[in-house]
């Protein structure tokens, strides 16, 4: 059984930066497009960013775009999100999820009801 652990947040002033982690396991890790997902109380989750199975493209929303860096280590199971430059609204548990072979640039890629595997989440908070 796949299961998706995410790491790395943490409290952080604006201007910061954080690395979170996910680390995939009981399964073909190779096969899945990788995304994240972030959620503040009260709303639904948003896209953040995917990457393609082998690490060959990678789509961002507008709102971070410039400012993270999604990435993945196939032989360590592992998919990685490299923030800078972060924002109070920035602020938002960060799960990481996946689909086999997903296209990456597509509208469904954005909407988390396409996903059927979650991690726990990680809380990213980010002062001013």
């Known amino acids: 059984q796949v299961q998706l652990v995410e790491s790395g947040g943490g409290l952080v002033q604006a201007g910061g930066s954080l690395r979170l982690s996910c680390a995939f396991s009981?399964?073909?890790?190779?096969?899945?497009?990788m995304a994240w997902f972030r959620q503040t109380p009260g709303k639904k989750r948003d896209f953040v960013a995917a990457?393609?199975?082998?690490?060959?493209?990678?789509y961002y929303a507008d709102s971070v775009k410039g400012r993270v860096t999604l990435s993945r280590d196939n032989a360590k199971n592992s998919m990685y999100l490299q923030m800078n430059s972060l924002k109070p609204e920035d602020t938002a548990v960060y799960y990481c999820?996946?689909?086999?072979?997903?296209?990456?640039?597509?509208?469904?890629?954005?909407?988390?009801?396409?996903?059927?595997?979650w991690g726990q989440g990680t809380q990213v908070t980010v002062s001013s």
């Open positions: 999820t996946g689909r086999r072979f997903g296209v990456v640039r597509t509208p469904s890629t954005t909407d988390d009801t396409n996903y059927g595997l």
């Open positions: 009981g399964g073909s890790f190779s096969v899945y497009t």
């Open positions: 990457i393609s199975y082998n690490a060959g493209e990678t």
